[in-house]
């Protein structure tokens, strides 16, 4: 499974191509989790990334039925606005309008490395996101930390 780490602030062009970093395409195994991508909207309404694999590895887990429930009926958004994209030779890849148009979505984004996937964000909501979490980080990991060794005992 890729690590993805980091923030990197990019451009997206006229034609809708964004330039995935190096440095983040490095961070998946094209063998494990495939060259392609996984493009979706998040619940907060960012576009998020994920290796394609990975992904439908993680969607097997959910499909347990070929009979319909209430919880998969709730997913079909996801389904119908998901869209696999294959970055070129330089690691571009199109953004798709429709789903730039549902997403919270700026020509200037930051990608965010958030361990499975990379997040899309605009910016300057990014710099805000940051801004009001930074005074709280420390508690923050701590709490995780606090968690993580209650879950271990």
Do not use: C
Not at 21 to 36: K, N, T, V
Not at 52 to 65: A, F, M, N, V
Not at 134 to 152: C, F, I, N, T
């Amino acid at each position: 499974m890729a690590l993805f780490v980091g923030e990197f602030d990019l451009v997206v062009d006229a034609k809708h191509r964004l330039a995935i970093p190096a440095a983040l395409r490095e961070l998946a195994d094209d063998q494990q989790d495939g060259p392609d991508f996984y493009l979706v909207l998040g619940y907060d309404r960012h576009l998020w990334l994920y290796p394609d694999r990975y992904y439908r590895r993680q969607l097997g887990q959910l499909q347990k039925s070929v009979l319909p429930s209430r919880s998969s009926q709730r997913l079909d958004l996801m389904f119908a606005m998901a869209r696999v994209i294959k970055p070129d030779g330089q690691g571009r890849v199109v953004l798709p309008e429709k789903s730039m148009q549902r997403a919270i979505f700026s020509d200037k984004i930051t990608l965010v490395g958030n361990n499975d996937h990379i997040e899309l964000w605009p910016t300057d909501e990014w710099d805000k996101h940051l801004e009001e979490a930074l005074p709280r980080y420390g508690q923050d990991v701590l709490d995780a930390g606090d968690g993580a060794e209650k879950a271990s005992q």
